[in-house]
C-alpha cells in the first residue's frame, strides 16, 4: 500500500536529478565494487533494466511508477520493473521481484546510502536462504525479515544477514531519480533467488 | 571414484533431474519390495515410513536392549552437505540405505558402511519457494524408490542404480503446492498429497501407477459445493479451503483403506469461511482402489488455531475402554488424545483425553467427538488480542508416535505449557503464488507465550515424552524436559525408545517400561529426523538423520525470543548409524 504524504526531511525528494545523474551514479557504484554483472538468464536484459521504473506488484489498473514521495518511511513496498517506453511490466519471472523502503538517509551507511535515491533502498524481495517473498520490517531491529524461516537481513547495511539461516546478503540494486520517479541504476550486487543445492 | 554415464544419457538426465552413480560395490541382492512383504514386513528391514503400514515405528529387533544400550556407539556417519530440516528415515532393504534430504535429493547407502552407491539430484526451478524445507523419505516397491519432490513432481527411481524411470507431475509448484511426505505404496499405487495450508492449497490425496506413473485417481481433501460436506464451506471459500496432507498415511491392507491426516483450513482467520470445513483438520479413511472417502472423524471443527492434524492415525487392533476393537489412535495438535474405531464405512469416535493444556474446548460430546468451544479464545476481527493454549505447533506437531505391541503403550511426543497470544487478523486475499494465512509474520513468530507467564512463575519444561496406556486411558509414565521436544520416534523389541528432538543435538535411549534415559549422544546438528533401526549380517543398527531446520527451528526462535536468550543448534544434515560395541 502506498499514500502519498510530506516527504523525509533528510531524504531529499523533491530534488530533481540531472540529466546525466543516472550515469553518473552507475560509475559511482562500480567505483564501490558493488554492481557485479549478472548475466542471468532470468533477469531482463541489463540494457532494458537500467532506466526501468517500478510499479505496485499488486496494482489495479493503469500501473503508476512510484516516487519517493508514494512510499511511507518504513513500508516496505514490493514491485517490478517497469518499462516506461512499452508499458510492460516486467513480472516474467518472480526473481524480478523488488522490495522498496524509504528509511532515514542518515542511517544508511555510505555504501548503502550509494545506491538510494530519495531516501529509498531497493532489495531483491526473494530470499537468498529458501525463495520465499521477503518483505517485512521490522522497526525495532532495523531489519527485513523473511516470514517463512525468520532470515533478517540489514537493510541500511547493504543487505547483509543479520540473523537466521540465510547465508548471503539481500542483493541490493542501484536506484536514482528521472524527475520524481524512481528509476533503477544499475544491477542487482548479486544473483537474486534462492541458494539452491 | 564416479562412474560417469555416456553423454547422451547424461544429458537426457539433466532434463529431469541428475544421479550420479559411484564405483562402490553394492550390496549384492535387492530383494523387489511386494505388498507381502509391506503388509507383514520382516524385521531385519525398514521398508518403509513408520517400519509398518499401520504406523507403529516399531521394530521387533531386539539384540539392543535396555540392558546393553550403554554400549551404543557410532558405526558410522555419512554428511549429506545439505542444509535445514534433515526429517527423513533411513529406509532399508537388504543392505540397502535410501535417506532423503531438504530440496528432495535421494541418497543410496551400504546400510552397514555407509559408502554412496548413488545420490539424485532433482533439478529445481530457480524461482521455487520453500515455505517447509524438508523431504520425509522415500518409499519402496518393487524395484523402485519413489520420492515426492518440493517442486510437487513424484519420481520413480531404479533402486539399485538410482536411474530416472520416470518423472510426473502432481501440482502446481507456482502456486506453491508443494510435497513433503514420503509417498505410500499399496496395491500397485503410490500415493501423495500436497502441503500449502499457508498457500490456499486445495488439499488432495492423488494416486499414481507404480510401474507407469499414470495418474489413478485425485481425491480432494476439501469438497466441493455438490458432493457431500460440500456444504461446510460458504461461496467459493472451498477452491483455496486447505486441507493440505503432508505426512505419509498409515493403510490396513485387510479394509483395503488408508488413513490420512489432513491439514489447517485457509486462510487462518474464519470469518470468510463459518462452517465446519471439512474435511480439515480430520482423519479421512480412502479406499487405496478408486479413491473414494470411505469416513472421516474431524478433529477440530472450523479451526481458527493452525491445528492441522496431519500425522495419520495409528492403526492398533486393541482394547479400548474395556472393548477390543480395531483402533485409529492420533495425539492431536489440539493437545486431545484421540481413540478412534475403524469400521469399513465409517470412523467411529470412542474417547478424547487431554494430554497437554487446552483451554479452548469446554466439553468433547461424549457420542461423537465433537468440541465444544470458548468462543472468547478464538482470534477474530474485533477482538484484540486473543491467548490460547496449546500453541500454533499444538501438543504434537507433524512427529510421529510409537506403539509397542509389547509394553502395550503408546508413546506421544508433546509440547506442553505453551500457549499462544495472536492479534486480530488481517485482511487476506488469495493470491496465486503467495502466502495465504490472514496474520503478519510478527504476529505468528511471536506468538508463542509460556503457561503462567515468562517469569518465574514460568512452567519449567516443555517437552514431555509420555506413555498412555491405551487399555486404562491412563498416563503410565511422562519423562519432562527444560526445552522443547520436536521428537519422531522408535520404540524396539529391545524394550527402547529412541528420539532426539532437543535442542542440544542429542540422541537419546529411553527405557520403553518408565521412561528413564538409558543413553545419550550429542550429534552435529539437532535431531529431528525419524529413527529406524535395521540388521545387515545378523548385526543390529540404529539410524537417524541430525540437521535442525523447519518449524522446530521456528518454535526455538519463538522461545530464544520470549526469553531473552539465543540457543544456537548448527546447521547441516548428517545421516548417524550406530551399533553395540565389541
Not at chain 2, 517442486?151 to 538410482?162: I, Q
Not at chain 2, 487478523?425 to 511471536?446: F, Q, R
Amino acid at each position: 500500500m502506498t499514500t502519498s504524504e510530506t516527504p523525509h526531511a533528510t531524504c531529499g525528494c523533491s530534488h530533481t536529478s540531472p540529466a546525466d545523474a543516472q550515469r553518473r551514479r552507475v560509475i559511482r557504484i562500480a567505483a564501490l565494487g558493488l554492481a557485479a554483472p549478472l548475466g542471468l538468464a532470468t533477469w531482463p536484459a541489463q540494457a532494458s533494466v537500467v532506466g526501468a521504473r517500478l510499479v505496485e506488484e499488486d496494482a489495479e489498473g493503469k500501473p503508476m511508477p512510484l516516487r519517493p514521495s508514494d512510499l511511507r518511511v518504513g513500508k516496505p513496498v514490493v514491485v517490478f520493473p517497469f518499462d516506461a517506453k512499452t508499458e510492460a511490466m516486467r513480472d516474467e519471472t518472480r526473481l524480478n521481484k523488488i522490495v522498496l523502503i524509504r528509511l532515514p538517509e542518515a542511517d544508511m551507511t555510505p555504501e548503502t546510502r550509494a545506491l538510494s535515491a530519495g531516501g529509498v533502498l531497493a532489495y531483491s524481495a526473494i530470499c537468498t536462504h529458501q525463495g520465499c517473498d521477503v518483505k517485512t520490517w521490522m522497526d525495532k531491529e532495523k531489519a527485513l525479515v523473511c516470514y517463512c524461516h525468520s532470515s533478517k537481513f540489514a537493510l541500511l547495511d547493504r543487505g547483509n544477514v543479520i540473523s537466521g539461516p540465510a547465508s548471503r546478503p539481500l542483493p541490493a540494486i542501484p536506484l536514482t531519480l528521472d524527475g520524481d520517479h524512481l528509476v533503477i541504476a544499475g544491477a542487482f550486487t548479486a544473483t537474486p533467488g534462492a541458494s539452491l543445492a | 571414484m564416479i562412474a560417469l554415464r555416456k553423454p547422451l544419457a547424461t544429458a537426457a538426465l539433466m532434463a529431469c533431474g541428475l544421479s550420479t552413480l559411484m564405483a562402490t560395490a553394492a550390496p549384492a541382492n535387492y530383494p523387489p519390495v511386494t505388498d507381502a512383504r509391506l503388509s507383514n514386513p520382516e524385521p531385519a528391514n525398514w521398508l518403509q515410513y513408520r517400519g509398518n503400514y499401520a504406523g507403529w515405528g516399531y521394530s521387533a529387533l531386539d539384540k539392543i536392549t535396555n540392558n546393553n544400550v550403554g554400549k551404543l556407539q557410532l558405526a558410522w556417519a555419512y554428511t549429506t552437505g545439505q542444509v535445514d530440516g534433515h526429517q527423513a528415515p533411513p529406509i532399508v532393504n537388504n543392505g540397502y540405505m535410501y535417506v532423503t534430504t531438504p530440496g528432495a535429493q535421494v541418497i543410496a547407502l551400504d546400510a552397514a558402511t555407509g559408502a554412496e552407491l548413488w545420490r539424485y539430484k532433482k533439478e529445481l526451478p530457480a524461482e521455487l519457494m520453500q515455505l517447509h524445507p524438508t523431504n520425509r523419505g522415500v518409499a519402496l516397491y518393487g524395484d523402485k524408490v519413489y520420492v515426492a519432490t518440493v517442486d510437487c513432481n513424484l519420481v520413480a527411481l531404479d533402486a539399485k542404480t538410482g536411474k530416472v524411470i520416470w518423472t510426473k507431475p502432481v501440482s502446481d509448484w507456482k502456486a506453491i503446492h508443494y510435497m513433503t511426505l514420503a509417498p505410500l505404496a499399496a496395491k500397485g499405487k503410490i500415493m501423495v498429497g500436497s502441503s500449502g495450508g499457508e498457500t490456499g492449497v486445495r488439499g488432495f490425496v492423488a494416486a499414481f501407477d507404480a510401474e507407469t506413473g499414470a495418474e489413478a485417481w485425485r481425491t480432494y481433501t476439501v469438497p466441493a459445493p455438490n458432493e457431500p460436506g460440500g456444504d461446510t464451506w460458504p461461496g467459493d471459500s472451498y477452491k483455496n479451503g486447505g486441507g493440505s496432507i503432508w505426512i505419509t498415511g498409515t493403510y490396513d491392507p485387510a479394509s483395503n483403506l488408508a488413513y490420512w491426516g489432513t491439514g489447517n483450513p485457509s486462510p487462518w482467520p474464519t470469518e470468510g469461511r463459518k462452517g465446519d470445513n471439512l474435511y480439515t483438520t480430520s482423519t479421512i479413511a480412502l479406499d487405496v482402489d478408486t479413491g473414494k472417502i470411505r469416513g472421516h472423524h474431524q478433529y477440530t471443527p472450523n479451526d481458527a488455531w493452525d491445528w492441522d492434524e496431519v500425522s495419520a492415525p495409528v492403526l492398533i487392533d486393541t482394547e479400548v475402554k474395556g472393548r477390543k476393537m480395531k483402533a485409529a489412535v492420533h495425539a492431536g495438535r489440539n493437545g486431545y488424545l484421540w481413540m478412534l474405531e475403524r469400521k469399513d464405512d465409517k470412523i467411529d469416535f470412542v474417547d478424547a483425553i487431554s494430554y497437554v493444556n487446552n483451554n479452548v474446548f469446554t466439553a468433547v460430546d461424549k457420542t461423537t467427538g465433537r468440541p465444544t468451544y470458548d468462543e472468547s479464545k478464538r482470534p477474530g476481527m474485533g477482538k484484540g488480542n486473543v491467548s490460547f493454549c496449546p500453541s500454533l505447533w499444538g501438543g504434537k506437531d507433524w512427529p510421529p508416535e510409537a506403539w509397542n505391541p509389547n509394553t502395550g503403550l503408546f508413546y506421544v511426543p508433546a509440547n506442553n505449557n505453551l500457549c499462544a497470544e495472536m492479534p486480530e487478523p488481517e485482511p487476506s486475499k488469495y493470491k496465486k503464488g503467495d502466502l495465504y494465512i490472514g496474520y503478519s509474520i510478527g504476529a505468528v513468530l511471536g506468538s508463542l507465550r509460556y503457561q503462567g507467564g515468562n517469569d518465574a512463575k514460568a512452567p519449567k519444561t516443555i517437552g514431555e515424552l509420555q506413555a498412555w496406556d491405551l487399555k486404562t486411558g491412563k498416563l503410565a509414565w511422562v519423562q519432562k524436559f527444560p526445552t522443547f521436544m520436536w521428537a519422531p520416534l522408535l520404540t524396539t523389541g529391545g524394550n527402547l525408545i529412541f528420539a532426539g528432538g532437543t535442542n542440544d543435538r542429542m540422541f537419546r535411549a529411553f527405557d520403553a517400561s518408565n521412561g528413564k534415559i538409558l543413553w545419550e549422544a550429542p550429534t552435529p546438528s539437532g535431531v529431528t529426523g525419524v529413527p529406524t533401526t535395521f540388521e545387515v549380517n545378523g548385526e543390529q543398527y540404529v539410524a537417524v538423520q541430525s540437521g535442525w531446520g523447519v518449524d522446530a527451528q521456528r518454535m526455538g526462535s519463538g522461545i530464544d525470543s520470549l526469553m531473552g536468550k539465543t540457543t544456537p543448534v548448527p546447521q547441516g544434515g548428517t545421516v548417524m548409524v550406530y551399533k553395540l560395541s565389541k
